[in-house]
């Protein structure tokens, strides 16, 4: 007879944060009606992995890979997915978080805080959002309740994420919250049919998994590519790469390799962008130096980038979404671009090795500049903040517009 596991959620969505902020935010989607259980239709999705009971006029929309499994539901007419399933196999998720490889089947043989931590990398990095960790509660029956709040520009959103282990399993279910109690209580009946099979035979497909292996070359794109001649006399190629995989990258490295009219190579450099991780969607700045100049007999040149799926950097890494940036430029009496400007620790957890990249371009959006700075303090703290500055000895073109951002690492406990 087959195994179940049963999620058990019996008041997890009632427990809503009250914020200001999300009056409105499921203004545009319909109310569902309250059906009895006893009418719902159950979901069994076709690797057998999990179970869930719905309306039978919900929307379903599979867009689960042979690496990780991943479902929306939907009442009729909605404009977002109001759950979202997420199962993979714990070790395929991230290999660092194995502690016993003999007891790699039960939920002890793993770090769950790691494996927590890497699937809220991956899952909430929605261009033009910030994302923002409220509350961490561990439930009665071994899940972890994560609050989390979206700050996007069509409003704020606020979502419920119940992570657990389960078998060889890690898995999430990831509730969005409407402000219409009707609602949630609709919600709160379908949460608690959701159940994981441990026993499902269902495996993640390691060979695209987040283990320390490299992309495949097309998941890193370029834009903004620009070149200039220094005051220097060097030749200096810039621009951005863009990850274009579902996953984080770490240790991203630009190669600019130089051809002669025979098609033979005559120079190459490369170097590690200033990003420690790079999220799905995300641009970094690059910039490779040939000190001596433009290569004798050269007639083009190639650009190619590497990186491995992120494994090492998850851990330790504290993004953008915990430090909110202020900025400012003006043209110093030298001469000089500075850009100077605030970064305050808006996370919960105490981040050292802050730094700021930052970006200028010129009208047409190519790159003339590239910077990288610690900030002035040493850790900071949350609610702390610091001052950074950067200057332009320097550009490849006239500066129109220019970006920062800023990351660091969890601060050492020891």
Same mark, same amino acid.
């Given at each position: ?12 969505? &009632?427990?809503?944060?009250?914020? @200001? ?32 009971? &719905? ?19 939907? @009442? ?100 969005? &919250? ?95 962008? @200033? ?19 433009? @290569? ?26 915990? &430090? ?91």
């Amino acid at each position: 007879m087959m195994r179940h596991t049963h999620l058990a959620l019996p008041v997890i969505l &009632l427990a809503m944060l009250t914020l @200001p902020a999300l009056s409105g935010c499921a203004a545009n989607q319909p109310t569902p009606a309250l059906v009895d259980p006893s009418g719902f239709a159950t979901y069994t999705h076709p690797t057998g992995v999990f179970t869930i009971d &719905l309306p039978p006029d919900w929307v379903v929309n599979d867009t689960s890979d042979n690496r990780t499994v991943r479902v929306e539901f939907s @009442p009729p007419g909605a404009a977002e997915p109001w759950i979202m399933v997420y199962v993979i196999n714990s070790a395929v998720l991230n290999p660092t978080a194995i502690l016993d490889p003999e007891n790699a089947g039960s939920p002890a043989g793993y770090d769950f805080d790691t494996l927590v931590a890497t699937y809220q990398t991956l899952s909430y990095n929605r261009a033009g959002s910030v994302f923002k960790e409220l509350a961490r509660e561990p439930q009665p029956d071994g899940s972890l309740r994560l609050t989390i709040v979206e700050d996007a520009p069509g409003g704020t959103v606020q979502y419920n994420d119940f992570s657990q282990p389960v078998g060889v399993y890690f898995s999430a279910l990831r509730v969005r &919250l409407p402000d219409d109690p009707t609602q949630v209580r609709a919600l709160n009946r379908i949460v608690n049919t959701f159940r994981v099979v441990p026993d499902a035979g269902w495996m993640s497909d390691v060979a695209v998994s987040m283990e320390q292996s490299s992309v495949r070359a097309d998941t890193i794109g370029f834009s903004g590519l620009n070149a200039w001649l220094n005051a220097s006399g060097g030749y200096e190629i810039a621009g951005q790469i863009a990850n274009n995989s579902p996953g984080a990258l770490e240790f991203a490295r630009v190669t600019v390799q130089f051809f002669d009219s025979e098609g033979r190579m005559i120079a190459d450099r490369d170097d590690f962008v @200033p990003s420690d991780l790079i999220l799905p969607g995300e641009y970094v700045p690059f910039s490779i130096v040939f000190p001596e100049g433009l @290569p004798a007999g050269a007639v083009r040149y190639d650009i190619s980038a590497s990186a491995r799926y992120a494994d090492f950097n998850l851990r330790t890494f504290y993004g953008p979404e915990n &430090l909110a940036v202020t900025s400012a430029a003006e043209f110093a009496e030298s001469g000089l671009l500075v850009i100077s400007g605030q970064v305050r620790n808006e996370g919960t957890q105490t981040a050292e090795l802050v730094k700021v990249i930052v970006t200028v371009f010129d009208d047409q959006q190519r790159v003339v500049g590239t910077a990288t700075t610690l900030v002035d303090r040493q850790t900071l703290a949350p609610g702390e903040t610091s001052m950074y500055t950067v200057s332009f000895v320097e550009l490849g073109g006239s500066p129109a517009t220019f970006q920062v951002s800023a990351q660091g690492v969890l601060a050492s406990r020891d």
